[in-house]
């Protein structure tokens, strides 16, 4: 049997004690972590009394006296680690920067958030600003909201199919163009229809909210909204919008399940369709079975009551909060047409998932 060399018996283990100090306690490394923490703070400060960034100013504060405290006082996660049965201080350094990290991003995404809102809502007051008030001289009326998004193509055409009055109401026709860069608003001018037009892209929920409040400016007795594509046939809005006038229900939506489905929409979107109107009805008893028709009449005095946030997935959010509120719902079937020019603007990518999100946050809200 051969022997290993005497040298490597030899060869001292390592210290797992001193591996865990090694490199940290260095006056180098102290040194230029001092440096680092002061030129956070330095640059924390500078944006400050620059930009009065109060939340930058205190994250780098934050950031600064994290970096101080590894350099100068680096036993105080000798502490921690034995507290948290943790042997080596570079692994709880590392579990405190993460917790940092983590936390830092939240705050970088709720600002996002917050940001995103005060956009969305400066420039749905610039929409509503150039609404005109109509003068109808106290007599019913309905504010007929259509978000259109890059649909020059069908536009008019939905537009000039809408009567002038239905049940005693005068129409009050009203084109959300919500950031469209085609001709949208050009084909729209000719008409009788209002049409205001969003600086950026909202969303079709962004542009439905920009509908409502200009229909409750005009105090409208009933708000329905339709698509801009065409496949909302407009000689049936009476039937939409007789229960309301018979004070029958509050919210009117059309379901192409009980009445005409020709949408030709593929086999996954109508799985989906089903699977999202069954959640809802478990979580809500709204008893409807097509819970993303957008064809749909709200009293307008009921607006006001409802909380609504969503830019894109409105459908749900519009029902769920129409259930909290009280409002009476009822379904008449309805057609869904082939649309009849251009393409759908529903994502392909994370729609489920944004439904889904949708849905539980409003439920839970």
Known sequence: MISPPESIINIPLLDPAALAGSGLDSPELTGLLILLAIGIALWGFERYRTKFSKGEFIVALLLSAGVFVIGV?????????????????????????????????????????????????????????????????????????????????????????????????????????????????????????????HPINQGQGGAIRTGFAIAQQNDADIVVTMDADGQHPADQLDDLLEPIVN???????????????????????????????????????????????????????????????????????????????????????ITIAQREAGQTKKPKLGYALGLTRTILVTWIR
Request: charged fraction near 25%; charge should be negative; include cysteine.
């Open 73 to 197: 006082f680096p036993d105080v996660f000798d502490l921690l680690g034995s507290a948290l049965k943790i042997d080596r201080r570079p692994l709880t350094i590392s579990l405190v920067v993460n917790i940092a990290m983590v936390f830092l991003l939240l705050h970088l995404l709720a600002r996002t958030r917050a940001n995103q809102l005060s956009m969305a809502e400066l420039t749905r007051n610039l929409a509503i600003e150039q609404a005109s008030d109509v003068d109808e001289e106290n007599e019913p009326t309905v504010c007929i909201v259509i978000p259109a998004y890059n649909e020059a193509e069908s536009i008019k055409g939905v537009v000039d199919a809408l009567p002038d009055s239905i049940h005693g109401h005068t129409l009050m026709p009203l084109v959300v163009s919500d950031g469209s860069t085609d001709s949208t608003v050009a084909r729209i001018e000719p008409t009788e229809a209002m049409v205001v037009n």
């Open 247 to 333: 004070d029958e229900a509050d919210y009117v939506i059309g379901s192409r399940y009980t009445g005409v489905d020709e949408s030709q929409n593929g086999v996954a979107r109508q799985t989906g369709i089903r699977v999202f109107t069954v959640l809802i009805n478990a979580m809500t008893k709204a008893g409807i079975t097509d819970c993303t028709n957008g064809f749909r009449a709200i009293r307008c005095s009921m607006l006001g009551d409802m909380t609504l946030s969503e830019e894109r997935f409105s459908a749900p959010e519009l029902l769920i909060e129409a259930r909290k509120n009280g409002l009476r719902i009822t379904e008449v079937p």
